[in-house]
T-cell receptor
Framework: AQTVTQSQPEMSVQEAETVTLSCTYD???????LFWYKQPPSRQMILVIR??????QNATENRFSVNFQKAAKSFSLKISDSQLGDAAMYFC???????????FGKGTHLIIQP | DAGVIQSPRHEVTEMGQEVTLRCKPI?????LFWYRQTMMRGLELLIY????????DSGMPEDRFSAKMPNASFSTLKIQPSEPRDSAVYFC?????????????FGPGTRLTVL
């Protein structure tokens, strides 16, 4: 079974600085997908970024980028120029190539200090 | 386009009562997923459907839980009888197609409290 591990229960960063959230996963599959979801206090799950395992290029979405290390099974999220609105729970998630359900990590609570 | 719609947003019930949670996926999406979120266990997949057919229900905790998808625009998750340990936020999500892991779009969730 696949597992996703987020080793940082909580992170804090000053507004406008850069923060990196860690995620590792375990799988025996070669084709899979990785996601970062954001959950603000409203509890709505919002997709931040996704990465296909067959793509070597790291995904980017504006201030959000990932560092995908397939051999190390690592998938970290970098948030540049942190804003107060980035404060939320961030979940790393894995999906196999067959479009099965998502396996989530336990989440990282990101605090933005003004 | 409207997103995934879930109802009710909040449900408070007493132990032993039947609870029905409802979900309307995004129009045109072929796959629908039910998740549960608790502090202890985090986010867990309960069941998912593809083209209205249940594909994997191995995450359903026990026989008290059942899910149906009678048509492409509606799904229910039923708990009968409910227990206090069922208290959680239940999310429904949909995605456009199976065959590749397309992005799942989540509803706002239903917060269930069983007294």
């Amino acid at each position: 079974a696949q597992t996703v591990t987020q080793s940082q229960p909580e992170m804090s960063v000053q507004e406008a600085e850069t923060v990196t959230l860690s995620c590792t996963y375990d799988t025996s599959e070669s084709d899979y997908y990785l996601f970062w979801y954001k959950q603000p206090p409203s509890r709505q799950m919002i997709l931040v970024i996704r990465q296909e395992a067959y793509k070597q290029q790291n995904a980017t979405e504006n201030r959000f980028s990932v560092n995908f290390q397939k051999a190390a099974k690592s998938f970290s999220l970098k948030i540049s120029d942190s804003q107060l609105g980035d404060a939320a729970m961030y979940f790393c998630a894995y999906s196999g190539g067959g479009a099965d359900g998502l396996t989530f990590g336990k989440g990282t609570h990101l605090i933005i200090q003004p | 386009d409207a997103g995934v719609i879930q109802s009710p947003r909040h449900e408070v019930t007493e132990m032993g009562q039947e609870v029905t949670l409802r979900c309307k996926p995004i129009s045109g999406h072929n796959s629908l997923f039910w998740y549960r979120q608790t502090m202890m266990r985090g986010l867990e997949l309960l069941i998912y459907f593809n083209n209205n057919v249940p594909i994997d229900d191995s995450g359903m905790p026990e026989d008290r839980f059942s899910a149906k998808m009678p048509n492409a625009s509606f799904s229910t998750l039923k708990i009968q009888p409910s227990e206090p340990r069922d208290s959680a936020v239940y999310f429904c999500a949909s995605s456009p197609r199976r065959g590749e892991a397309d992005t799942q779009y989540f509803g706002p969730g239903t917060r269930l409290t069983v007294l």
